[in-house]
């Protein structure tokens, strides 16, 4: 008995030492940033009302009151800004909400954000918090190129970038198109019954099986045979990322069931993962063997051919350990970043095209000259001559449109002590200790870069220069710019395009959020009086997963055209 005791005793005090070790390292990281901002606010820096307690969350507690209960956290920092001034809220200014996050620099003008993207050291830095945040979502702590720096994010990105060159993404889209034509079959199907239902999860289902595809080289049929293990897998371990969404949700993460369920289905994913792997290093080896080349290389077999190109390797030899970590983690990344935003941006274009038909009928006279009137050959087209997509580029305004209203992200960067950011007005804001975020959606609506900031008006992106619509010099941010701009930027328009290209001309959309909200009293004041306003679910989504009808257009090209 007196063993036992000891043993407990003995436990007890480690876990004491644990909890007093951990309290003590955050009672001095809540000393450092409070004291940051203290100071900052001393220097007359722009900011809401700080408590030495409790930061700003007070001031994000009143933003968020004033909001849709759902509404988009981007609200909350953009609804501060505003009341900081009771208008249109400064060009930047610090944010501290420790411990949900770091201390930020919230930047609101694209003239101020150009100048973190054009520092050498600052544009290529992504905060070591940010594994923290994307750890549930591709493992391995969290490490992935998202959140990788130096020579690791140059090793992991040169590994991948091949498969982005143009004559690759050509080569991908007979397989995407595949996958849109099964979309476009369901909504045929969906046409002729004049049912209300919401568009997102036939949105989702197709970025899946596109992912699965480009990413995988697997063909996952979720839009056809209900949901591959892979994909159930990973959209389960997004599930239990993404329930936590507010402050009690995030301290509910520390549920020692919801740690040990995250944990769990990581490892199950990984492998399922690692059987894909399996599957091409087999028919890698293969091709190599009978010396077939492939038009086109999924994500997974350009790493695989830069893998075995690395000097000393044979074809023969097995992926080591380290590589096969990574290579998990890159994978996980990919198909959240490529399923996630691109499917929200097909719904919200969906959304604001058919709520303007004036800009639908610019659109479908743009896919009747590049296409011609026969309207079911489009996608053979498109699979045939995938540069036919260079020719859009009033679809290509709509799109550009779409994310600059639905923005699905932000942009993070680490400050430094070196790079002091200057507003027009000459105010200077010190970065050092700071996250840098560049909010897209306030630099996307500020009215001193968008004239007519709330109007849905794609000409901004077909004028000229001289033009008073044109935008100003790095106001469209959605990609971002710099050493760390978005890679697969490129991929994501193509496929926005041959999406739109094939669905204007058939079919019509009509948004039913008044009848399914009928019942709900909703202030729509702060989010620009906006029906599909954003909400958070992993990338930002549209509200209400967009509540619609669909019907067959009855569509006929104008014969002289």
Not at 164 to 173: K, V
Not at 359 to 371: G, M, N, P, T
Not at 410 to 427: A, I, P
Not at 518 to 547: C, Q
């Amino acid at each position: 008995m007196s063993s036992v005791w000891l043993l407990l005793n003995a436990f007890g005090g480690v876990l004491l030492t644990v909890v007093l070790v951990r309290s003590l390292g955050f009672v001095s990281e809540l000393w450092r940033h409070r004291s940051l901002m203290k100071k900052l606010e001393k220097m007359g820096m722009p900011m809401p009302e700080h408590n030495t307690l409790l930061g700003h969350l007070l001031e994000a507690k009143t933003a968020s009151d004033e909001l849709p209960p759902d509404a988009h956290s981007t609200y909350i920092l953009d609804r501060i800004a505003r009341r900081m001034d009771g208008s249109n809220g400064p060009p930047a200014y610090y944010f501290d909400s420790y411990p949900v996050s770091a201390p930020m620099l919230m930047i609101r003008d694209p003239f101020i954000a150009n100048q973190v993207t054009n520092h050498p050291r600052v544009s290529a830095e992504k905060p070591t918090s940010l594994k923290e945040w994307f750890a549930p979502i591709s493992g391995k702590g969290g490490i992935n190129l998202f959140t990788q720096n130096g020579q690791e994010w140059k090793h992991d990105h040169n590994l991948f970038l091949p498969f982005f060159n143009n004559s690759n993404l050509d080569a991908t889209m007979p397989v995407i198109i595949e996958q849109m034509l099964i979309f476009h079959n369901i909504l045929r199907k969906r046409a002729q019954t004049d049912d209300l239902f919401r568009l997102e999860p036939l949105a989702l289902s197709l970025m899946n099986d596109i992912i699965g595809r480009v990413v995988f080289n697997a063909e996952l049929g979720n839009q056809t045979s209900g949901s591959h293990p892979l994909s159930e897998t990973m959209l389960h371990q997004l599930g239990l990322k993404f329930g936590a969404n507010n402050v009690m949700d995030n301290i509910g993460q520390f549920n020692p069931f919801r740690v040990f369920s995250i944990w769990n289905n990581s490892r199950i994913l990984n492998q399922h993962i690692r059987a894909q792997v399996a599957k091409r290093v087999d028919a890698f080896r293969d091709a190599k063997a009978r010396g077939e080349q492939s038009t086109f290389n999924s994500v997974l077999d350009q790493a695989l051919e830069s893998y075995y190109s690395e000097p000393g390797r044979e074809q023969s030899d097995p992926l080591d350990r380290a590589f096969m970590d990574i290579l998990c983690a890159q994978l996980r990344m990919f198909f959240f970043a490529g399923y996630d935003s691109t499917s929200s941006t097909m719904v919200a274009c969906c959304y604001l095209i058919w709520t303007h038909p004036e800009i639908l009928a610019k659109l479908r006279a743009e896919h009747d000259a590049v296409f011609g009137r026969n309207v079911a050959a489009c996608p053979d087209m498109i699979s045939e001559n995938p540069s036919l997509l260079n020719s859009l580029p009033y679809t290509l305004a709509v799109v550009k449109e779409t994310l600059r209203l639905f923005p699905p992200a932000n942009s993070l960067r680490m400050g430094s002590k070196d790079l002091v950011l200057k507003s027009r007005d000459g105010t200077e804001y010190p970065t050092e200790g700071c996250a840098v975020q560049t909010s897209h959606f306030s630099v996307h609506r500020n009215p001193e870069s968008w004239p007519r900031p709330l109007e849905f008006l794609p000409e901004r992106f077909v004028v000229g220069p001289d033009h008073e619509l044109y935008p100003a010099k790095g106001a469209w941010r959605i990609f971002e710019y710099g050493v760390r701009n978005c890679t697969g930027q490129a991929f994501v328009l193509k496929e926005l395009k041959a999406f739109l290209a094939i669905v204007c001309r058939e079919f019509d959309f009509q948004e039913c959020y008044d009848e399914v909200y009928a019942g709900e009293k909703v202030d729509l004041r702060n989010v620009d009086y906006e029906k599909a306003y954003l909400i958070e679910h992993g990338a930002a989504h549209p509200r209400g997963e967009f509540p619609c009808r669909v019907a067959l257009s009855g569509y006929t090209p104008d014969e002289s055209r």
